[in-house]
């Protein structure tokens, strides 16, 4: 087994943390890096809100694709990618209103890699758990798709994680930082989070299945928590808006008015979140009692004992 140590980062009063590459920790963070140059609390999810959002997500997603990659045989410049001037750079090109036309990755000096935009299927599973002594955990898990291979060894599904790689070792003569190898972690979409209060307390631990979409899922929810004043289970209703590639997925029957709205700002608008979210989440409640939240978009409860 390997120990990993956790990647954190503060987002305004509170930290932030999850596990590094090729986990995808390093764009959650990177959206909340950008919008923290933003008044998110005086756009409660309003659709000026969610334009920030997308704007954001936007740019993380991008980044992803060209930089995030297994640790262990290419070397992630999560530092730089995390820097504070950075994302304040990113954050500087976001207009309030009006939505950015072909938004690229920003450009890592020292680091050639090749775009990666493999699609990558869902068949994730998460929950988190609580005990009485203060520990908290917060587990994904992945098969690939949502039997694996659909082949049963020792007991175990197989995972088709291969599809998480890209075939293409290079482009254009450029390396792909997600290329296949022995050995090599697949890009991952997963998010197990952990955030704490500005005295190191827990605060609130969330994950979600959902493929690629799962970014954005647990993003929204974090956002909806920390700067919309929502409980968690009210978070996790919110709309899923999921923003990468110059387009919006946003699901239908939770959208309102929020495809027109945001048609409005110049973004382009097709299609329904990739994947239903199924976020399960603890939080501590201003009093510290535990709170759970479950998405009613898939199975699961919360229990408390």
């Known amino acids: 087994a390997h120990v990993h140590p956790a990647i954190s980062r503060p ?48 740019r993380a997603y991008a980044d992803r694709e060209l930089y995030l990659a297994d640790d262990r045989f290419v070397e992630v410049p999560v530092e730089a990618l995390l820097d ?23 450009i890592i000096d020292g680091f050639p890699r090749a775009v990666d935009p493999s699609q990558e299927p869902g068949g994730t599973s998460h929950f988190v758990v609580a005990d009485a002594r203060g520990n908290v955990v917060s587990m994904s898990t992945s098969v690939g798709f949502v039997s694996g291979t659909r082949r049963v060894a020792a007991g175990l599904v197989l995972n088709s994680n291969l599809t998480d790689f ?40 969330l994950g979600s299945p959902g493929g690629v979409s799962i970014i954005a899922y647990v993003t929204k929810t974090i956002l909806g928590v920390l700067d919309w004043g929502l409980t968690g289970a009210e978070a996790i209703e919110l709309p899923s808006v999921v923003a990468r590639g110059g387009m919006i997925a946003i699901e239908g029957d939770r959208a309102g008015g929020l495809v027109e709205a ?27 009692t535990l709170r759970g939240g479950v998405d009613s978009r898939r199975e699961g409860t919360f229990r408390a004992s």
């Open 11 to 58: 987002y305004r009063e509170w930290t932030v943390c999850g596990p590094p590459p090729p986990t995808s920790t390093v764009t959650a963070l990177s959206i909340l890096g950008q919008l923290e140059s933003f008044d998110m609390a005086a756009e409660p999810a309003t659709p000026a809100g969610w334009h920030l959002f997308a704007e954001a997500s936007q």
């Open 84 to 106: 504070p001037a950075y994302l304040a750079q990113r954050a500087r090109t976001i207009h309030p209103r009006t939505a950015t036309a072909g938004i690229g990755p920003g």
């Open 166 to 205: 890209s075939f293409a070792p290079t482009r254009d003569g450029v390396p792909v930082a997600n290329a296949a190898a022995g050995r090599k972690r697949p890009r991952s979409a997963m998010i197990p989070t952990l955030v704490l209060d500005s005295e190191g307390r827990f605060r609130l631990a």
């Open 262 to 288: 945001l048609g409005g700002f110049g973004h382009i608008v097709g299609g329904t979140a990739y994947e239903g979210s199924g976020i399960h989440l603890i939080e501590a409640a201003p009093d510290g």
